[in-house]
């Protein structure tokens, strides 16, 4: 499918036409203009758009053809950043997520990756959001397309196991009095 859109004038009727295929549709603009309609398509077909405002004329706008690319080819991506130190419990880091073509262009395909950690009780990973569990590492891995990457979590959450006061027993001669702790 490919799906074509623009503007038109108000009210006016779009003709899309996959000239390889034989497929033809209508839509009519909204009142702002607005169109946009999807039909069947493969790459190399010629999508040919003529324009009906019938309240100008009987006679249709020039004709306008379009090839339907191929598919880009991806070739790789990179997760970002490559290393993430978390120091509380709960706390987050998003990953991003880019995928780079043959063509030489690249874009943001974190939506699109599936995420998983080495060590899930130690960081998590979901729509490219990392969570820390408990103090530790784990590698998280993004996999798009037959493509992964990965980045190192450092976890280094300070637990506090215990405190000690001295001196233990303390007594105060009267209301108001002081006496400092170590």
């Known amino acids: 499918l490919v799906t ?13 036409t996959n000239v390889t295929s034989g497929l033809k549709t209508s839509v009519y603009a909204s009142t702002s203009g607005a169109f946009e309609l999807q039909i069947e398509s493969n790459a190399g077909d010629v999508i040919r758009t003529l324009v009906f405002d019938l309240s100008q004329s009987q006679q249709p706008s020039a004709a306008v053809d379009k090839t339907v ?20 419990l709960n706390a987050t880091q998003d990953l991003t997520v880019t995928g780079f073509y043959a063509d030489g262009g690249s874009e943001t395909l974190t939506d699109q990756a599936a995420f998983t950690s080495s060590n899930p009780s130690v960081a998590t990973v979901g729509g490219g959001k990392v969570v820390a569990l408990k103090r530790g590492t784990a590698t998280l891995t993004a996999t798009l397309g037959g493509f992964q990457d990965t980045t190192a979590v450092t976890v280094d959450i300070v637990t506090l196991d215990s405190i000690t006061v001295s001196p233990t027993d303390i007594t105060l001669p009267a209301p108001g009095a002081t006496q400092a702790l170590t």
Do not use: F
Request: charged share 15%; proline share 12%.
């Open 4 to 16: 074509v859109k623009g503007v038109a004038p108000a009210g006016a009727r779009v003709d899309v």
């Open 69 to 88: 690319p191929a598919p880009r080819v991806l070739s790789s991506i990179r997760v970002l950043p490559s290393a993430i130190t978390l120091v509380a």
